[in-house]
C-alpha cells in the first residue's frame, strides 16, 4: 500500500511540476496558434499550427481573468531581445471590433497573424498596390502584384468595407487599396498637433491611451508605438488598410516554425512541419 502511494505522491509532484513549467514556457517563452484563414498564403496556410516566440518582443504580463471578462486591462511587457523587425510574421490580439473600427479594444481570445510592413516613426504609402516606405519596399511583392493587376472596377465589386481612416472617423482621406497614404506611423514620444486631419488618423489611438476622447486642436504625445500589419495574400485580408494601426501592447510575438500542418482533407502535410516562417 505504501508503495503504490509513494507512487501516486511522485505522480502528483512531478505532474505539478510538468504544468508549472508549461505554464511558464507558455508565458515567457513558445506558445502555439493555428492559422484559420488564407490571408498568410503562401507563407502560412490553413491548418498550420505554428510556434510564436515571445523573447523578440518580450513576453507580456496582465490579468488574464480581468481579460476573459472583457475588462480594461493594464499589461506589461518585459524588455525583448530585439523589437519586431519590418517584415517580421507577427501574432497579436485584434485591436477592434469588426464593424467598430471607431475605438480600441482588447480581447484576449480572439488572435490575427499579419506581416509586420510599417514601424514606429515609418511613413507608409501604397502605390498601384505596391508597399512603400519612402524609397523602402515591404512585404510579399507577389501578393501585392496581384492587388496591382485588379482593376479599379473589380476592386470596388469585391471590396465592401471602408478603408482607413473611414470606418474610425466617419469620413476618409480619399485612400483605396492601390492609393494609400503617406501615412506617419506613431512612436513612443512623438507629438502631434490634433488638427482635423491627425483627429482623423489617430483620434481611436489617442482615447485608448488617454481612455478618454480627443479634442480637435489639442496637442498629444503619444505614450505607445504603433506598427502597420497586412497579410501576404494581399487580395484576401482584413488589415491595417481597414482597421488602422496597432499598439504594441496587442502583439503577443514573432511567428517562427510551423511544428504542424493538417490540410483540408485531414491529412499531414509533411512537406510543412517545422518550416521556419519567414
Known amino acids: ?151 479599379d472596377s473589380i476592386i470596388q465589386a469585391r471590396y465592401h468595407d471602408p478603408i482607413y481612416p473611414e470606418a474610425s472617423a466617419g469620413e476618409g482621406m480619399g485612400w483605396t487599396l492601390k492609393d494609400f497614404g503617406p501615412l506617419p506611423i506613431p512612436k513612443r514620444g512623438q507629438r502631434v498637433k490634433m488638427d482635423s486631419t491627425a483627429w482623423k488618423l489617430y483620434h481611436q489611438l489617442v482615447e485608448w491611451e488617454q481612455k478618454g476622447e480627443v479634442a480637435i486642436d489639442s496637442d498629444y504625445t503619444f505614450t505607445h508605438d504603433y506598427y502597420f500589419m497586412a497579410g501576404d495574400n494581399v487580395v484576401s485580408s482584413i488589415d491595417s488598410r481597414f482597421w488602422g494601426l496597432l499598439p504594441d501592447d496587442y502583439i503577443v510575438g514573432r511567428a517562427w516554425r510551423i511544428w504542424k500542418s493538417v490540410g483540408r482533407d485531414g491529412k499531414t502535410r509533411w512537406d510543412r512541419v517545422m518550416k521556419k516562417v519567414e
Not at 502560412?44 to 480581468?66: A, C, Q, T, Y
Open 1 to 151: 500500500m505504501r508503495r503504490w502511494l509513494n507512487i501516486l505522491v511522485n505522480i502528483t509532484f512531478y505532474g505539478s511540476w510538468a504544468v508549472v513549467i508549461y505554464l511558464l514556457l507558455q508565458v515567457f517563452l513558445l506558445v502555439s496558434f493555428k492559422v484559420p484563414t488564407n490571408s498568410m498564403v503562401p507563407t502560412m496556410m490553413p491548418g498550420d499550427f505554428i510556434l510564436v516566440e515571445k523573447l523578440s518582443m518580450g513576453p507580456r504580463l496582465f490579468n488574464v481573468f480581468k481579460a476573459l471578462r472583457t475588462e480594461d486591462v493594464k499589461i506589461y511587457r518585459l524588455p525583448g531581445l530585439r523589437g519586431i523587425r519590418r517584415n517580421d510574421p507577427v501574432v497579436f490580439n485584434y485591436p477592434y471590433e469588426y464593424g467598430r473600427w471607431d475605438s480600441v479594444r482588447f480581447h484576449v481570445m480572439q488572435y490575427y497573424t499579419k506581416r509586420c510592413i510599417g514601424l514606429p516613426g515609418d511613413t507608409i504609402s501604397i502605390k498601384n498596390g505596391l508597399y512603400m516606405m519612402g524609397e523602402l519596399k515591404g512585404g510579399i511583392k507577389q501578393g501585392q502584384m496581384e492587388m496591382a493587376m485588379l482593376s
